[in-house]
């Protein structure tokens, strides 16, 4: 509901990972909403009630609102038009395929330029994508031109934190609502629409576009450098065979720091952290920030270095080539509680072990299906089990909690050479040691 008890009329344009959960979040709301997406599977699934990807929680809110009658999908930008007082743009921004690792910014301008020509009132769009600083101010003048409704036409950026595995706790209760506007009328415009959780106490931060386009890339900068900071102490404990674990724990425990994101291991990946750090890294070279521009190199670098850490492991496991090895590797997502397999370390490293000659069986408990379609030469086994049968070696490469529960004892009986690589660091490797088992973990002694 708005902010006078009156359900807003909402459109959200795009239905991926952010979008989907952001229709469904408004919809719970108590708003009216109707989304768009150009791929046509997406909205026939949705409007089934089905979630064309996994995200805890997600199904059953997309049924109770499409139940509710608050919630309805469509292929026609002229029905988006004539029907939403506020449009949400939620289309992806993935990086170019030039090696710039600036954005790409056309399915943007593409669903600004689809909806443009049906905007005859006033209305106000709000971008969620994430975007390279100035991107806005662009999107508003493409907009303003196009649009019957000209400068009637009001625009807001209101970045998005969610994480995969908890979209929709992120969506409806995040730690702050940031606001990037241009008008007072659009500021009061978007906190109607978040009135009940602004009401709740969650702070709502007003400032101009540009701040809030680059609060979304420097909080996403800052939460990748505190992944590399604590791999790189990974590695300078390998060097001196200290504990890396011991040391996140000792640190972290400081408020000052904290102990979130202090998880070392292969790093991150995902559809959101490599590709934004990379945008901004060019975005900071185009304005000659470089002092910038090395950082987040330093930071890209060092966590592409952790999958290369891994493959050495691996291949020192075998006995220095994996060719004709066999490989067992548990989890394919990049990171759990996820199907995303966009930029995931681990199917990284399958597919350099599988480049390299070794027979590599991949296991998740939810991303095969997402995993296979992009790397069809690997195998993919049902169970863990079935994954490790007469292997010589098993990689622990996402951590879904599933795996902390394996047996390493009865693991240890169908493999055909105990040695266990944990990537992630979270398995208990006492324990998989007292069952017989080898086991090297990036950043531990042992
Ligand atoms: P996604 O690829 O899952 O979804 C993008 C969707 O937009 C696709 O379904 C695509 O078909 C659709 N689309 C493309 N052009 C369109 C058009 N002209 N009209 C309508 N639909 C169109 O991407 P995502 O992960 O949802 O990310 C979307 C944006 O949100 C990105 O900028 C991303 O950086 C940002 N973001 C994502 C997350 C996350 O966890 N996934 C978190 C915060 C921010």
New binding site residues.
């Given amino acids: 509901m708005g902010r006078n008890g009156q359900p807003m009329r909402v459109s959200v344009?795009?239905?991926?990972?952010?979008?989907l959960t952001h229709a469904v979040c408004m919809a719970d709301l108590g708003h009216d909403v109707l989304a768009?997406?150009?791929?046509a599977e997406?909205i026939t699934k949705a409007a089934r009630g089905e979630a064309p990807f996994f995200e805890p929680g997600l199904e059953p809110l997309l049924r109770k609102n499409l139940d509710a009658g608050r919630l309805r999908f469509t292929s026609s930008f002229a029905e988006v038009g004539e029907f939403g007082d506020v449009h949400f743009i939620?289309?992806?921004?993935p990086q170019t395929k030039d090696g710039s690792g600036m954005a790409d910014l056309s399915?943007v301008f593409?669903?600004a330029d689809?909806l443009a020509p049906h905007l005859t009132r006033a209305t106000l769009i709000v971008a969620?994508?994430?975007?390279p600083v100035g991107t806005s101010r662009q999107v508003i003048g493409r907009l303003r031109a196009a649009a019957p409704a000209g400068d009637r036409v009001d625009f807001a950026f209101n970045p998005?934190?969610?994480?995969?595995g908890y979209?929709v706790q992120d969506s409806l209760t995040p730690d702050r609502f940031v606001f990037g506007v241009t008008s007072a009328a659009a500021d009061e415009l978007i906190r109607q629409v978040y009135a009940t959780p602004l009401d709740s106490g969650i702070p709502g931060l007003t400032m101009d576009i540009e701040t809030a386009e680059l609060v979304k890339v420097a909080a996403n900068s800052f939460l990748a450098t505190k992944i590399s900071f604590i791999n790189v102490m990974a590695e300078m404990c390998e060097a001196s065979g200290a504990d890396v674990l011991k040391l996140a724990d000792a640190i972290g425990i400081d408020e000052r720091i904290g102990r979130k994101f202090l998880s070392p291991g292969l790093g991150f990946g995902g559809?959101?952290l490599p590709k934004?750090i990379r945008a901004f890294r060019a975005t900071a070279e185009e304005k000659g920030v470089t002092s910038l521009v090395d950082l987040l190199a330093t930071v890209d670098g060092i966590n592409l270095g952790r999958r290369e850490r891994v493959l050495v492991l691996a291949r020192g496991a075998v006995g220095g080539d994996v060719s004709g090895k066999r490989i067992a590797v548990l989890g394919a997502a990049f990171k759990p509680n996820s199907d995303d397999i966009r930029d995931s370390p681990s199917l990284a490293i399958c597919g350099r072990l599988a480049d390299e000659g070794a027979i590599v069986t991949v296991h998740d408990p939810v991303a095969m299906t997402n995993a296979a379609r992009v790397r069809p030469d690997l195998r993919y086994a049902d169970s863990v089990h079935e994954a490790a049968e007469g292997t010589d070696l098993v990689l622990h490469l996402t951590e879904w909690a599933d795996y902390r529960a394996i047996d390493p004892t009865a693991l240890r009986a169908i493999v055909a050479s105990p040695v266990l690589i944990d990537g992630r660091c979270t398995l208990d490797a006492a324990a998989w040691r007292a069952a017989g088992w080898t086991v090297l973990v990036p950043g531990r002694p042992g």
């Avoid at 998005?160 to 995969?164: A, I, N, Q, S, V």
């Fill in positions: 344009i795009g239905t991926g990972y952010l979008g768009i997406d150009v791929d997406k939620c289309v992806g921004t399915y593409g669903a689809a969620k994508s994430t975007v998005e934190f969610l994480r995969e979209a559809g959101c934004d």
